[in-house]
């Protein structure tokens, strides 16, 4: 955080101290909204699976304030504080996550498949390593459209030993396409460590397998990665070059929900990382350029309001008609092509209705 703590002595200060306690509310936003999924989960008011990223805030926001407001988003199932950065309203998240029609993807979606094209946000992909090829599929279109505009696509680390990893960097670089991809490195995947799972575990350096610049972040740094995936993602719209950016930080949370995340690693790994919670890191920084302990606690106050709020919509928004249950599955003229597949079809499956669209 370093362009914030000589940041009193210049002009403009004040703008600046406001922007940085407009982020501690976002970093705060996404923490506890991911807080309050998880409780959800457990009363058994959000179903499938739901996995938190409570303590990467700092890149996730980091990264998303980088983009342009004509970039492409895309991510993996550990999306909802993506979308909160985004600009999605926490609202429409808890919706969606409660499987309700007011949901960002008229819930259809629920926690993995978030979607919301008003803020160029393509998901939300349950599939690991599954969105990589579609990411690179929308940066092929932006070249090809001339588009001023790059894509930003997120991974796991549990995402660069599998075929679409390599394919899709592999043409990325081959074709010189507008994109960043954003590899968050929390230490795990599932419950496998770095270490295990890849012979290279510095990540940033498969980037040159392809001849892709690759570099590696703090991750708890919120100032770093913004700096970092800004150039990038600049340099991707203005020369058409792709890379790879690793951030270094770390999940307090199991896999999922329903993992402990204590079965591959200890209570004291956990409590170390915690020493460089990216909020305390940010909150102290704030205190610091003269940010008080009661505008702090006002911030507080109105991210708990917002996240009860978001519970209360979700809990009242109806859930989505059965009736369209087959709506945005197929396109249009399509009844054809699946009608001889019928017959051998599941009971009452002739009923459903071929639509496009999400919704009315």
């Keep these: 955080m370093s362009s914030a703590t000589d940041s009193t002595s210049k002009p403009g200060v004040s703008v600046e101290r406001e922007q940085r306690l407009a982020s501690y509310e976002q970093l705060l936003t996404i923490r506890q909204f991911e807080t309050e999924a998880e409780r959800q989960y457990k009363a058994a008011r959000i179903g499938g699976y739901c996995h938190l990223s409570s303590g990467q ?17 895309v991510t993996g199932y550990r999306c909802h504080g993506f979308a909160i950065a985004r600009g999605v309203p926490c609202e429409r998240v808890m919706a969606e996550l409660f499987g309700r029609r007011d949901g960002c993807a008229g819930g259809r979606g629920g926690s993995m498949h978030l979607f919301d094209l008003s803020r160029r ?11 990589l090829p579609l990411a690179t599929g929308l940066a092929l279109a932006l070249k090809r459209q001339g588009r001023a505009a790059a894509v930003l696509c997120e991974l796991g680390d549990g995402a660069v030993n599998i075929g679409a990893w390599h394919e899709s960097l592999n043409l990325a670089s081959l074709w010189r396409l507008p994109i960043v991809y954003l590899l968050i490195n929390n230490d795990f995947g599932m419950g496998t460590s770095v270490e295990r799972a890849s012979a290279e575990p510095a990540l940033y350096r498969r980037a040159a397998a392809f001849r892709m610049h690759g570099e590696r972040v703090d991750g708890n740094d919120l100032d770093r990665v913004a700096q970092a995936t800004g150039r990038l993602l ?8 792709p890379a790879l950016l690793e951030a270094l930080t770390y999940r307090y949370r199991g896999h999922s929900v329903a993992d402990a995340g204590l079965a591959y690693r200890t209570r004291e790994e956990i409590a170390a990382h915690l020493k460089a919670d990216p909020l305390e890191r940010f909150r102290s920084m704030l205190l610091g350029i003269g940010v008080s302990e009661q505008e702090l606690q006002a911030v507080a106050e109105r991210v708990q309001q917002r996240i009860a709020s978001a519970v209360s919509v979700a809990e009242q928004s109806p859930e989505p008609d059965v009736a369209g249950l087959a709506r945005g599955v197929y396109a249009p003229g399509s009844a054809k092509q699946f009608a001889r597949m019928l017959p051998g079809s599941a009971f009452g499956e002739r009923e459903l209705v071929f639509e496009s669209g999400l919704g009315e």
Excluded: K
Excluded at 60 to 70: I, K, P, Q, R
Excluded at 121 to 131: L, R
Excluded at 234 to 241: Q, S
């Design 57 to 73: 805030e700092a890149t996730t926001l980091g990264a998303v304030s980088a983009m342009s407001e004509d970039d492409l988003l």
């Design 121 to 131: 946000f393509y998901g939300g992909w349950g599939i690991v390593g599954g969105q």
């Design 234 to 241: 600049a340099r991707a719209r203005e020369e058409r070059l």
